[in-house]
């Protein structure tokens, strides 16, 4: 059974739609991730889940009961926010125990499940300091402790690593999801992150605009999104979206004579990720070097094929001026196909059909990394 339902809920301000028609479910035990840009919704619909907002319409069900009108304490729910929240006035012990005393659990309870808590993320020895002496990683500790002392089965995270730095974070991300498997707890996690999500999550539920735009596995999101905002979302560089347009053989890629498809262009655009370009001496289709930067491990490339800009990204350091010719291949395997008007995915290079009446066909020449 799921531990959340969510059906149909709408939020509106005036006449803004904030939430617009969402629906979803929240498997109990799983960690699932409400990703999207800033004003797409996920954070109102999260407060909405926690009780801090009431839907304008729809339903909200936690363990098969309907909790949409009820306070946020019947829930049986805890939260951390993207502001800490701690007490400044109050030591860590105090401000983990805060909603236990308020709750009047007994005192022996509250500590035995402070101890065991303390220990889980690494406060035990910082119990009598304030908030004002911890560093943001331990101040975020703190948080997390206080949503998990309160036992409750369901936690609500919105932004809760956003204050940290860099190198804290991904140790954060680490920490937290290795936590939620060892407790068992269910998870509802907002975030604009695409690293985030992709690291993290069981499921990931892409939102925009109000309405959700893809859900599905990591896997499922990075290799086959269902629209252009997914394909560009998702992936670091994002993915690149070329224009097509007719050729004399074929849709060919806008301003050149690169033939990519077998039949007319029809206002699709063609998907290829950055990291499944490779850079050959021989064959492939010869494109401009623009610029490159170099980030250590890898290097991402910036070039031209006819009037569309691409990116390539590969394996440690490549030299080059721009301006330099070279030649880019890919495997079939890689392309990805949209409906320019819709933005919805249309096929991809194993033939399957979405929109289309009928499958398109990969040209021969582009499936070999070769151009016409």
Not at 102 to 116: I, K, P, T, Y
Request: net charge positive; proline share 6%; with cysteine.
């Amino acid at each position: 059974m799921a531990a959340i339902q969510v059906e149909e809920i709408t939020k509106l301000w005036g006449a803004t739609r904030a939430v617009d028609g969402v629906s979803f479910a929240v498997p109990e035990g799983r960690f699932v991730v409400l990703l999207g840009p800033s004003g797409c919704g996920k954070s109102t619909t999260l407060r909405i889940l926690a009780g801090l907002e009431e839907p304008s319409s729809g339903r909200v069900l936690i363990d098969g009961r309907d909790m949409t009108r009820a306070a946020p304490a019947q829930r049986r729910i805890s939260m951390v926010f993207q502001s800490y929240a701690l007490f400044p006035h109050l030591d860590v012990r105090e401000n983990i125990l805060f909603g236990l005393k308020v709750r009047r659990v007994a005192r022996e309870e509250r500590e035995r499940r402070l101890a065991r808590v303390a220990e889980l993320v690494g406060l035990a020895d910082l119990l009598d300091r304030k908030p004002a002496q911890l560093s943001g990683g331990q101040r975020q500790r703190v948080a997390l402790a206080r949503a998990i002392v309160s036992e409750h089965p369901i936690c609500l995270m919105d932004e809760p690593l956003s204050n940290l730095d860099a190198k804290l974070r991904q140790e954060m991300r680490l920490e937290l999801r290795a936590l939620q498997r060892r407790l068992g707890m269910t998870v509802v996690y907002v975030t604009h992150d695409q690293a985030e999500a992709m690291s993290m999550a069981d499921r990931i539920i892409l939102m925009r605009a109000g309405r959700i735009e893809q859900e599905g596995d990591p896997d499922a999101l990075y290799g086959r999104p269902a629209t252009l905002f997914a394909a560009s979302f998702i992936g670091t560089p994002p993915m690149n979206l070329l224009t097509l347009e007719d050729g004399p053989e074929g849709a060919v890629i806008a301003g050149s004579e690169v033939k990519v498809l077998d039949g007319p262009a029809e206002a699709r655009i063609l998907g290829l990720r950055p990291e499944h370009l490779r850079i050959t001496e021989t064959g492939g289709v010869p494109a401009e070097l623009l610029a490159t930067d170099y980030l250590g491990a890898d290097t991402v490339i910036s070039a031209r094929i006819g009037s569309q800009r691409l990116g390539i990204r590969v394996a440690g350091r490549y030299r080059a001026e721009p301006g330099a010719p070279i030649r880019v291949a890919w495997s079939p395997e890689h392309l990805h196909l949209f409906d320019a008007r819709s933005g919805r995915r249309t096929c991809d290079a194993s033939g399957l059909s979405g929109t289309d009446p009928a499958p398109v066909r990969i040209a021969a020449t582009a499936s070999k990394g070769g151009g016409s």
